[in-house]
Every structure is written in C-alpha cells, then in structure tokens.
C-alpha cells in the first residue's frame, strides 16, 4: 500500500510563507504523479498543483498562481508545496495524493489513487 505523509502545516499570519512536505516510499516519485489538494471548511475540496516525472507541473488555481511553487527532491522521496504570501482564504487542510498521471482539472481529485491525511493550514491575523 503506497503511503503519504503529508507535514509542515500550521498557524501564520497574512503575509506569511509556510513549505508543506509530502513524503513517500521508496521509488513512489518514479511511477506516480503527486498532486496537492486542499479543502476549506464547508467547501469542496479541490486542486492546488500536480507534478510528475515526464509530466511536468500543473497548477490549477489561478489564485496561487505566482505565490505557490510545487518541487520534488527524489532523493528525499518527497513533494513540497512552497507557500508564500498567504491570504486568509487559502486557509484550508492540504492534502497530497498519488496517482499514474496528473488531472487534467482540480476538480478531478477523485481520479487520485492514494491519499494522505492531510495537513492543516490556517493564515489569520
């Protein structure tokens, strides 16, 4: 069974930065995509940013575009979400999730195979 283990979450105010780290097994970076989703409260969830090996990087929301960087350390097996210049709406539990290809919208998180159990991000004064 293929394991994420999503970390880095936490409180920060407006303005703020916070590097969210999703870490997996051995070899998982070869064959798998791994995309970040979040979901606010009483929202649905929904795609932030998707890379893969041979795919690329996709980024889904055009709100983070410009302050959200995703980044892969294969020697580290593990995914980052760099996060900078925060806003109070991009508050929310972060998720990562794997699957064999990256989807083509962020609303299509349901096409995720595996899934961590998410990270916590709140950004308030």
């Known amino acids: 069974q293929l394991q994420l283990v999503e970390s880095g979450g936490g409180s920060v105010q407006p303005g703020g930065s916070l590097r969210l780290s999703c870490t997996t097994s051995?070899?998982?970076?070869?064959?798998?995509?791994i995309g970040w989703f979040r979901q606010a409260p009483g929202k649905e969830r929904e795609g932030v940013s998707c890379?893969?090996?041979?795919?690329?990087?996709?980024i889904y929301l055009d709100s983070v575009k410009g302050r959200f960087t995703i980044s892969t350390d294969n020697a580290k097996n593990t995914v980052y979400l760099q996060m900078n210049s925060l806003k109070p709406e991009d508050t929310a539990v972060y998720y990562c999730a794997a699957a064999w290809g990256c989807p083509l919208y962020g609303s299509e998180y349901g096409d995720m195979d595996y899934w961590g159990k998410g990270t916590l991000v709140t950004v308030s004064s």
């Open positions: 890379t893969g090996t041979g795919i690329g990087t996709t």
């Open positions: 051995e070899r998982t970076l070869d064959y798998y995509a």
